[in-house]
């Protein structure tokens, strides 16, 4: 994603959205079909993946959506309807957005574990009954999956099945302000229990005090097991540029006295390159003076003389299909930093849940450019370049307009960036405040080191 895009959803995220509750303006049923069509328009011409076009049968999907349209009576079932279109084209990077959400959820979050739906925070009024840590069994009495599966997959948008699941699971309480729900849960001592929840947290401007308050910064450095320099990149949301780069710099030449390194980007959903450039720069060897994320990038092409020339001339047929796509050439880094100054170490890089975007340039970037090995899970599988197009009554919709294709014509969107050594998160070990993931990551690095790999 783009620099100058970045700052305005970066301050509204970190700053409006916990907050904002005034209702907007509910857009009139013209506009309500304007935007629609809008958005029907920029997917024809725009959408990256022209493919996915097809299997939703686009044009056939606008069509039965113009009476929604009209059904909807409000912001909340304008905001769902949007959204279930949005999901039909399978990409994480085309969705509805909007900085005040016109749904709303009890004051808990959640996390999984696989298929295993697990509570990681709790307003601290709450969290006698629901303690953090607790299994979610069912909600309103039907199995946690599939009520997921059923109620949530419809809106949300992901190209891996891993990613619909995991951000369903996040999503999955979200529903019409003010309404309830039922959760049974089994708490981390084995009891079960059913309690009710009202969707009231973003009502009540997100007042509730959470159980777990611990913030984490966007970048995190420090020693572990003795010489083992750990750097943990929370986020590469453009505003936390610079105290990204001074924290780096700070402990720089700490890290360079140490065996290894892990590079921790676990929970990390993107933000901007700029935010781990200057990083690459001390990880790639001087041998890649110029590099690249290793992969080809491609955008729609619209020529509408060859558009009329493709219904009889298969020279052109992509055209009339309205498949033609251009590769989008772009200049490599230049890596001027001396090899001397640079990090040499064996190099572990923890990824799975939550990886996005600009995070995925930086596995795909590291991983092509230098020896390193991926420990955990797979990305997200939300690579490439978004767009925005403002909607009337503040929505937006994003749409990904540039699509990478990795060098051997595979897709990366389809899997995500996979691990080398595949680890799961462990709940029992959550449980024991353990992290099974990244001791396997020490593993790994303290095996490379013993085989002296530089």
């Not at 970190?14 to 009139?28: D, H, I, N, R, S």
């Not at 995190?220 to 010489?227: A, E, H």
């Not at 140490?258 to 929970?267: A, H, N, P, Q």
């Not at 420990?375 to 490439?384: A, E, I, L, R, T």
């Amino acid at each position: 994603m783009k620099k100058y895009k970045f700052i305005l959803l970066a301050v509204l995220s970190l700053v409006l959205a916990p907050t904002l509750t005034a209702q907007k303006k509910f857009p009139g049923y013209e506009e309500r079909i304007y935007s629609l069509s809008l958005i029907w328009k920029e997917l024809h011409y725009s959408f990256a993946f022209p493919e996915n076009l097809k299997r939703a049968n686009l044009d056939s999907l606008y069509i039965a959506y113009l009476p929604k349209m009209k059904q909807v009576t409000n912001n909340y079932e304008y905001y769902r309807t949007l959204s279930s279109f949005m999901a039909h084209f399978n990409d994480a990077h085309t969705r509805i957005f909007c900085p005040s959400r016109p749904d709303d959820l009890p004051s808990v979050t959640t996390t999984n574990f696989g298929e295993k739906v697990v509570v990681s925070n709790i307003a601290k009024n709450m969290a006698d009954k629901i303690p953090v840590g607790s299994q979610i069994i069912q909600v309103n009495n039907i199995p946690v999956v599939e009520y997921i599966k059923d109620s949530i997959y419809p809106y949300i948008s992901a190209a891996t099945p891993h990613w619909k699941f995991d951000k369903a699971v996040t999503e999955m309480f979200y529903g019409k302000p003010g309404s309830t729900l039922s959760i049974t849960i089994r708490t981390p001592k084995g009891k079960e229990r059913e309690v009710k929840m009202i969707r009231n947290y973003n009502t009540n401007s997100a007042k509730e005090m959470m159980a777990d308050t611990t913030h984490l910064p966007p970048i995190v450095i420090k020693i572990i097991d003795k010489n083992i320099g750990y750097i943990q990149l929370n986020s590469f949301m453009y505003p936390y540029i610079k105290p990204i780069y001074s924290k780096f710099y700070q402990h720089l030449e700490q890290l360079r006295k140490c065996e290894g390194l892990i590079i921790d980007v676990r929970g990390n959903r993107g933000g901007s390159d700029q935010a781990w450039e200057n990083i690459a720069y001390y990880l790639i060897p001087e041998s890649q003076s110029h590099f690249q994320v290793p992969v080809k990038c491609f955008s729609r092409k619209h020529i509408p003389t060859y558009k009329m020339w493709g219904e009889y001339n298969p020279q052109f047929k992509d055209y009339y299909s309205d498949e033609a796509m251009e590769e989008i050439k772009h200049p490599p880094y230049t890596n001027k930093l001396r090899d001397s100054l640079k990090l040499h170490q064996p190099l572990v890089i923890l990824s799975g849940q939550y990886v996005g975007s600009a995070a995925e340039d930086f596995l795909l970037t590291i991983k092509g450019n230098r020896q390193a090995t991926i420990v955990g899970g797979p990305s997200v599988g939300c690579m490439g370049e978004p767009t925005f197009i403002s909607l009337p009554g503040a929505y937006e919709v994003m749409m990904c307009i540039k699509k990478y294709v990795n060098l051997d014509g595979s897709q990366p969107n389809v899997t995500g960036v996979l691990p080398d050594i595949e680890v799961e998160k462990d709940y029992s070990a959550y449980l024991k405040g353990k992290d099974n993931q990244l001791e396997r990551a020490l593993e790994e690095v303290r095996e490379l080191i013993g085989k002296g790999k530089r």
